[in-house]
């Protein structure tokens, strides 16, 4: 083999080069740039921060965000744009105790990279001495000069991503930019109530928020104060983390998870353990799919929170991420608990519209009589609901009483609705409707998941049940046998892929129909094995759900006076293991303006 002398190959790059390279990861679009200059304009202590975006065609041309902080002086200004020139941090032990925002001396840096900038600044309190000007374009400065200037700082970026080609192409439509650059001010504005934002597009006001002391002001502007009216506050405190601001009441969630916004000694982050902590919290308030309304802010010894993670710093890295977590779900279980969260019904408007006008009752057919046998009590019925409802009476009474007050009023119940809710009145003359399965669903829920482990109780079947299933669902079924028995669920084999069921737990009663014991199989063996669930919360809340007197059985009166009675003594008497709501109340006032007694 012969060796060919050439020139060397590896050299080291420009600074410029290496300062557009390190702007693809701080500077990835408009939003980022706004995000650090306003994020500068925090850490300069400003009480008033203004973003000025203006917008031509589909591209954002320029961005000019203006403080009233500390200022800088003509050297600060000069080298805040060389490569990791920073005021906040000297040394690497630093970064354990940050307090600000910034720290890693990059951005001014990699904006004015792929750019153009220019800054005014001037020292706040330095009197009549000049501010500084410098215009810098693609790294290179082509200006320097004093000039008059207010106290503060302005930064003017224009030309952005002039000589990135791919990146300026990169950029999505005008509204995908403006929805990011709103988003992060949302979380902005949050974050530091304490501060007045003002955001303007070509001139016109988009987003404003006052200084406050109330961060609730801040919601209510920024989210509008319908959302305020169903927030509960959290406030707990433990020696490594204190929690404080709002969560939803459950009937204002959503479908996505975009509402919850957390800050992490005051800086927006994102993160999916506490977001998934916060809805934790909320328990089986919530369904699998509907995700609360939340803003919490938390401060965390800020040697277990690690912010150098990512250039943009959105994402932090937790030590004792357990123990935070857990602190954030209990805060918001017990905040939630501590509070009415019996639904209102909605606005007077939304009822109207369940009224069928003129022409939609001619579409109601008057002259068929209610179906026999749906609307009448027979002895029969009435004695197996019976069975039902006392079975979870008595073993309530045998329970612990941890409970000391209900979270419910006392409730009389008037009469039943179509086999389905139960109509009852609270002595402070409300009206509720109350979902008679799901009220007893949540009774039946909480009594199985009360009981320990070793004492799940089951009862023998006097003739047992044969259960035949197909060979896949067999096999499922087998591998769930042992957490079955330990709910007190007693299957065995019966050859090929039948089963014998010889006992089942208490709760679900003195079987006269065993189908209840099928449903539940069925359910267990076609339901998809979630993570977040274990066998044992799956088996309860099956069980509950089947064996609750199920919609359309029709109740005596006393007997929906015991599902009542028992639901108040529930931990949550609010939903269903679901999340739907047991209930729903009319205020008399409420009432009275539906028929314009106003
Ligand atoms: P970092 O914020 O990480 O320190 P930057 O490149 O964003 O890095 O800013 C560099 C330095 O410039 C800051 O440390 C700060 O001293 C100064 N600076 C930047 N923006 C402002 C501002 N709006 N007001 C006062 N000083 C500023
Ligand atoms: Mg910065």
Redesign the pocket.
Known sequence: MTEKTESPRIHLLDPATINQIAAGEVVERPASVVK??V???I??N?GSVTIELALSKDTITSIR?T?D????SPA??E???VPH?????SSLEDLHRIQ????????????AAVSRVTLT?KPRGSGGVPGTRIVIEGGKILETAATGSPD??N?LVEDLFFNTPARKKFQKSKNTELAHIHELLEGICISHTDIAFHLFLNGNELLVTDRTTRPLDTIARLFGSEVTRDLVPVKASLPFITITGYVSRPALSRKDRARMLVTVNQRYITSQPVSEAIKAGYGTLLSKDRFPVAFLSLGIDTTLVDVNVHPTKKQIRLSREKEITDAVRTAVRDALFAHDLIPAVESPAIVRHLIPGPAAVNSYDFSVPPQAGVFELTHAGTVSTDKRLRQTELSIDSQPTYIVSSLLPEIEVIGEFGGIYILARTKQDELLLIDQHAAHERILYELVSGYAKETRPSQELISPVILHRTTKEAAVLRDLLPALAEEGFILEGFGGDSFLVRAVPVVLGRLEETTVIDEIISDLVSEEASQNVSNRERITRIVACRGAVKAGTVCTQEQCQRIVDQLRMMQNPFTCPHGRPTMIRFSRKELDAMFHRL
């Open positions: 650090e200059l994020e500068n304009a850490d300069a400003a965000v403080d902080g500390s200022g800088m600060d200004a080298c805040a744009f020139a920073t005021s906040k941090i600000t925002l910034g720290f890693r001396g990059e951005a001014l840096a990699t904006i600044t503060g700082t930064v």
